[in-house]
């Protein structure tokens, strides 16, 4: 458990990435109450300095006494890294909260949305699992729906950005739009084809169900986050290019019925959620106007005619932020809250 205290010792593993960068900015943007921060990455960073508060902080890597007198960690250096890290730091007594996939399905390890199920960070002990980045946004819009007329299946298609992989997949978008503008051959390292002027229905490895992990995932964190493996859920995730903020049409079916307007009027009320629904002015969520916003946008909201209880809902929110940096932070302050 954490002891309470004015400031924490508070790192972040994997400190270079594209959600590190992100958490850097967030704990600085949110004044999180920080004695000390320590930045983590691999051999490759060591001594690249990062800004925070406006001093330079050196990267360090990792080893077995790296936790020692550290309060929070959030990680996000990948699953293979915190599958051999979390185990360490948690064991010196520090508080991980988890970005990569290692330990979102472990039963003995809470998954957590701030908004969605707070009550789960009381059994944590030691590791706290952040969700996957489409999971997140989807659940927040879910919540207030299912607790007014419980939901029992969803239908999710998600336009994911490329930021979403990380920063090679980022550079990869730049340099193959680059190339083309300049009729020069396009190099593909990151992803199997073209993400440049192209859609990919292909987000993480293929499994034997035809489902790629990407689909399960939002399939299974969704259950274990609401606390209702009721929820029938199916996804077909697609990587679109564009650099940050993934899109979701979501269709709700519920058990009681819902109007458009109650459904608006419950997620208008909801914390953490932003609607931007005025059809008639072309007024709708889009990814270019949440970039590095903290909200869940939600809009295009109708009821589905082809089924008796249907809402359709159209979800875009910055996957740095809300998918990845902006929840892991908001879990460390409810932490510190308690
Ligand atoms: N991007 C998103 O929207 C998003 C959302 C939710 C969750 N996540 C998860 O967050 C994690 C990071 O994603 P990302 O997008 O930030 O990836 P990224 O841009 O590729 O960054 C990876 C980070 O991990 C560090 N790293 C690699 N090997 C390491 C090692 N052996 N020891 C210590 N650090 C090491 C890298 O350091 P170097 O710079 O030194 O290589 C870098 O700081 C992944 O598990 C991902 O699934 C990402």
């Not at 508070?10 to 949110?30: C, D, K, P, Q």
């Not at 990062?50 to 990948?78: R, Y």
């Not at 590791?127 to 989807?138: D, F, G, H, L, R």
């Not at 739009?177 to 084809?193: E, G, M, R």
């Amino acid at each position: 458990m954490l002891k309470k205290k004015n400031k924490y010792v508070v790192a972040v593993v994997g400190a270079t990435g594209a959600v590190g960068n992100e958490m850097i900015s967030v704990l600085e943007e949110r004044d999180f109450p920080v004695e000390k921060l320590r930045l983590f990455a691999s051999e490759r960073s060591e001594g690249v300095t990062l800004q925070f508060e406006g001093s330079d902080l050196s990267v360090e890597t990792l080893n077995e006494g790296s936790f020692k007198g550290i309060d929070i960690a959030l990680f996000s250096a990948g699953a293979e890294r915190s599958k051999i890290w979390a185990p360490v730091a948690a064991k010196s007594g520090c508080i991980v909260i988890d970005n990569s996939s290692q330990w979102r399905m472990d039963p003995a390890v809470p998954l957590v949305v701030p908004e969605v199920n707070p009550q789960d960070l009381k059994w944590h002990k030691g590791i706290i699992a952040n969700p996957n980045c489409s999971t997140i946004q989807m659940v927040v819009a879910l919540k207030p729906i299912h607790d007014a007329a419980r939901i029992k299946r969803v239908v999710v298609t998600t336009f994911q950005a490329v930021s979403g992989t990380g920063k090679k997949a980022m550079d990869e978008l730049l340099q193959q739009t680059t190339d083309l503008l300049s009729f020069k051959d396009v190099q593909c390292a990151v992803y199997p084809h073209q993400i440049a002027f192209n859609v990919l229905p292909h987000i993480d490895k293929f499994l034997e169900n035809g489902y790629t992990k990407e689909e399960m995932k939002m399939v299974h964190e969704t259950q274990k986050i609401m606390g209702d493996k009721s929820i029938r859920v199916t996804a077909t995730t697609v990587r679109v290019p564009v650099f940050r903020g993934h899109s979701e049409s979501i269709n709700v079916e519920t058990e009681k019925k819902l109007t458009a307007n109650e459904a608006r009027s419950l997620l208008s009320t909801f914390p953490g959620i932003s609607i931007f629904d005025a059809p008639e002015k072309n007024a709708y969520p889009l990814p270019l106007q949440v970039a590095g916003k903290d909200d869940v946008y939600v809009g295009r909201i109708r009821e589905d005619e082809s089924i008796e209880n249907g809402i359709n809902l159209w979800v875009v929110s910055d996957n740095l932020r809300k998918g990845a940096a902006l929840n892991a932070v908001q879990i460390a302050e409810e932490l510190i809250k308690h």
